[in-house]
Structure formats: structure tokens, C-alpha cells
């Protein structure tokens, strides 16, 4: 199981809490014909099914793994693959969010410069929406094998060697509390992508998905695969 840390938790739960709260509200209001009560439960209701995501990400995940067996299996080719359930329910949260924020705009008439705030969310989520449903239909993965590693993803792959990167570190997104595993790539080049990841991340570039692991099992078994694999090529194997 991917496990939290004990503040994650308790700020996890807190959500969760507060959220079925305002669920019950907003049930209360579509009861009684009070405006506002649909957009209420399911504002709150996509906050309350990512908490428990966050509390219980395992119950998304298509695969069982272990970073030890994973290891084990050196050097490979091993093949790593996103869960295509966690896709979709990402994709029907980003519309959750994406289709209240944009009845509010669209219905509550907010000034300028809140819509100046609001419409960037509609844009960001809702066009989130058919990338991850594309994504989940043809598939994300991570491919391991003693020369480097592959991220296919969206029908297209990029390929890595293990010479050409930084040990692994997983780094919470800002804003967001999500964790990615994230690297140098020097044969990325200098790259107007790779400096955004930079100053976001303070690396050049990031793994899309943990693949079912927790991310500091994820960076963990990826730096010892890769000492692995510089060792025997090294050692002439």
C-alpha cells in the first residue's frame, strides 16, 4: 500500500471530513429548492472522493508491486504501467471541478477580476479531461532494461539512458501536495519545458505517473537500477 505522511493524513482527513459536511449541505439545499445546492454537493463531493484517493490510493491501482521484486527482476526489460481506473477517475474529477468552476462563471456573474481567476481553472481542468481519457485508452508506461528506461505515453515514447540522468527524487508538485519523481536529463538539452521543470521542480524533468508505487519506492528502486546498470557497463557485461 502507498503509504502518507502523518501530516498528509491528518490534513487528508480533515478534508475528507469537512467535505462530507458540506456534501450533507448541499443535499439539505437541493431539498428544500435553495439555489446553489448542486453545484455545492458536487464541488464537495469531488473534494471528498480525492481525499479518500489520497488516503487510499491503492484502491485505484490495476497492480500490486513491489519496488524488491521489481529490482529482482534487473535487468529486466521490466514493464511498469499506469493504472488505467486511476486515469479516469482523475478525468471525472477534472470534469467535476472543470464543470462547477465554469457554471459559476457562467451563472453567479463574478467581477472581472475573479473570472480573470476562475476561467484559467475551467480551461486547465476541463481540457485536462480528454487527455487523460486518451491517455487511459492507450496507455502510459515505464519500460526498465540495462541501458535506460522508456516513458510511453499518448502512443509516444521517450527514450532515456541511464548515463544521461541524475539520481531520482520525488518532489511535491506546488500547489497541488501531488509527488513525482523527477531527474536531470542531460541529453535533454536546453529547452524551455526543461527550464519550467526546473524552476518548479528544481529538475529538468519528471516521470508522469508512480506506476503503482509509492514515489520514494519508485526514485529508490530507479537509482539503484541504474547504479546496477552503470556497474555492468562499466564492467564491460
Known sequence: MLKLARGDRGRNVLLLGISL???AAGLGMIA?????????TVFFGVCAAVAVWQLRPDLLESESRS????AAQFPGPVILRASVRKLLFLALMAAGFGGVTLWMVLHEAPSTAMQL???PGVALFLGGVPFL???AIRGSALH???TGFTVVQLGRARRVRWRDVSVFEPVSMPGSGQRLVTFDDTSAGATRLGAMNQHLIGRNAGLPDSYGLDP??????LTAWRKRALQREDNGF
Open 216 to 221: 520514494d519506492a519508485l526514485a529508490s528502486l
Open 67 to 70: 519496488a524488491g521484486s521489481l
Open 21 to 23: 459536511l458540506f456534501v
Open 144 to 146: 526498465l532494461d540495462e
Open 133 to 135: 481519457i486518451l491517455t
Open 117 to 119: 481567476l476562475l476561467w
Open 32 to 40: 428544500t429548492g435553495a439555489d446553489g445546492g448542486v453545484t455545492t
